[in-house]
C-alpha cells in the first residue's frame, strides 16, 4: 500500500519560508518522480516541483522558480519542498505525488497522492 504523508504547512507572513515534507512508503521509492502540486479555492491543481528520486533532476514551475527548493533525502524516502519570499498568491493546499516512469520534467500522470497540508501565507 503506497502511503504518502505530508507535513510542514502552516501560516506564514508574505516574505517568509516553510518547508513542506512528504514520508513516502509501501513501494520502491528510488524508482519514482516526486512532485510537489497545490490548489487554491477555486483553482486547478497545478504542479509546482519534481525530482527524480533516482537522478536528482528538479523541475519547477515558472512561478515558483528561484524561490521553491525540492530535495529529498533517499535514506528516509522523504522528499522536501522549501519555500521562500512566499507571497500571498503561494496560498493553498499543497499536495505531494509520486509516479512511476515517464519523465519527472512533467507534471502529467502522477498517481499517488498525500492528503494535503494547508500553506496560508498572509499579506
Known amino acids: 500500500q503506497v502511503q504518502l504523508v505530508e507535513s510542514g504547512g502552516g501560516s506564514v507572513q508574505a516574505g517568509g519560508s516553510l518547508r513542506l515534507s512528504c514520508a513516502a512508503s509501501?513501494?520502491?521509492?528510488?524508482?519514482?518522480?516526486m512532485g510537489w502540486f497545490r490548489q487554491a479555492p477555486g483553482k486547478e491543481r497545478e504542479g509546482v516541483a519534481a525530482?527524480?528520486?533516482?537522478?536528482?533532476?528538479?523541475n519547477y514551475a515558472d512561478s515558483v522558480k528561484g524561490r521553491f527548493t525540492v530535495a529529498q533525502d533517499n535514506a528516509k524516502n522523504t522528499v522536501y519542498l522549501q519555500m521562500s519570499s512566499l507571497v500571498p498568491e503561494d496560498t493553498a493546499m499543497y499536495y505531494c505525488?509520486?509516479?512511476?516512469?515517464?519523465?519527472?520534467?512533467?507534471?502529467?500522470?502522477?498517481?499517488?497522492w498525500g492528503q494535503g497540508t494547508q500553506v496560508t501565507v498572509s499579506s
Open positions: 525530482i527524480s528520486a533516482a537522478y536528482g533532476i528538479t
Open positions: 509501501g513501494y520502491r521509492y528510488s524508482r519514482n518522480c
Open positions: 505525488a509520486a509516479k512511476y516512469g515517464g519523465s519527472c520534467l512533467s507534471f502529467a500522470a502522477y498517481n499517488r
